[in-house]
């Protein structure tokens, strides 16, 4: 249902098919920077266990709320 919602949102505005490509180029980007960024956010929370810091870092960036937006893109642009 969650995927639909976020179709539905994309759809409401009639996207064009350049922007749905710069969109989803922009999330990627971001999700690379994110993933990036760990190494520097965990070097000051050594005393965490590695796979915990990693879950509550990628809950602090909405890893997972971006990665439902690149889906729902490339959805679209199939």
Known sequence: ????????????TKPREEYLKL?????EWRLKSIDGGFKEWYSIRTHIDP???KLAYNTECGVKKLKK????LKYLLE
């Not at 937006?69 to 729902?72: I, L, P």
């Open 1 to 12: 249902m969650e995927h639909l919602r976020q179709c539905r949102y994309y759809l409401e």
């Open 23 to 27: 969109a989803l180029e922009d999330l």
């Open 51 to 53: 796979k915990k810091a």
């Open 69 to 72: 937006q690149v889906e729902t």
